[in-house]
């Protein structure tokens, strides 16, 4: 099982306000009318096949922001479109005892929810469907593979607050980081000026959630190791660059994980699968998504399967 595969080989290697969703309508109306999938560079994926892959993982975000804030998912009149349709495992209501976190929460889960319902918009009857979730055992493999839990146990992402925060801290760089490397293959304008808006909310998101956890680390140092594992481990599964970032040490921060240029980087859409399927030699499916993606982009860095 690529979970399993995934656990050895890591432990081993160790918002948008009112008038901004208003233009979204706008741009949604205006790319709509942009026939998505004839928009194909053409040493690369089509943009249509570009913004189902960002559709899938808005999926995933969206269904884990909204189920720790509301106890609810996506509705059943966001989820259809083309592919496998797929349910969503685990899940639910986080009990929050700060406020500020629980307000984050909601925030992220609000903006991941206008996300997806862009992309649909965009998309239109090229719009994915919602693919089968893991929001269960996808992260004790996870946490195993950090060594935050011993294989065996159970890592409860909606348990309390700090869980929830560093299961956001595993999503939240993922998505700023595939939106940054999928910018330079897009080749419609409209599409280019939505995925530029999307990165930055994501980007606004990841900063939020290594700042919180920031402040978590300096009343409790060991939130610092935390997150240095989790990021190990994302580094190790997505390929032999290194290049992920934790949020550095009480005394030294590290927020913003940027080059010596101050630039953020990107991740391809295998690197990107890598992380998301948990193993970098899985291929197609695993982790997040048991079953894989819909649509055009799917395979990882690991074995094409027959």
Do not use: C, W
């Amino acid at each position: 099982m690529s979970e399993n595969r995934f656990i050895s080989d890591a432990i081993t290697a160790s918002a948008e306000t009112a008038e901004d969703r208003v233009k979204l309508a706008g741009m949604v109306a205006e790319a709509a009318t942009a026939a998505p999938a004839a928009t194909t560079a053409t040493d690369g994926p089509s943009d249509a096949s570009i913004l189902n892959f960002a559709l899938n993982l808005e999926y995933l975000e969206a269904e884990f922001y909204l189920r720790g804030a509301t106890g609810q998912g996506l509705p059943g009149d966001m989820v259809g479109g083309v592919g496998t349709p797929g349910q969503v495992y685990g899940g639910r209501q986080v009990d929050f005892r700060s406020p500020l976190i629980k307000n984050i929460a909601r925030e992220i889960a609000m903006d991941e929810r206008a996300h997806v319902a862009f992309l649909r918009g965009a998309l239109g009857d090229a719009a994915v469907a919602r693919p089968r979730i893991s929001l269960d055992h996808s992260f004790t493999a996870a946490a195993t593979a950090a060594g935050l839990i011993k294989p065996g146990e159970t890592f409860d992402a909606y348990a309390n607050d700090r869980n929830f925060l560093f299961a956001a801290f595993l999503f939240e760089d993922v998505g700023v980081t595939a939106f940054k490397g999928a910018a330079p293959l897009i080749s419609n304008k409209t599409y280019l000026d939505a995925a530029a808006g999307l990165l930055a909310t994501e980007a606004y998101h990841a900063g939020i959630v290594r700042a919180t956890l920031f402040s978590e680390g300096l009343a409790d140092e060991s939130v610092f190791d935390v997150v240095h594992k989790i990021s190990a481990v994302r580094n190790a599964v997505s390929g032999p660059a290194d290049d992920d970032q934790g949020i550095g040490t009480k005394d030294v921060a590290n927020l913003v994980p940027t080059d010596e240029y101050g630039r953020t980087f990107g991740r391809s859409a295998a690197q990107i699968l890598n992380i998301v399927y948990l193993d970098s030699q899985s291929g197609t499916s695993g982790g997040f998504y048991p079953h894989g993606l819909n649509g055009d982009i799917v395979h990882g860095t690991g074995p094409i399967a027959d």
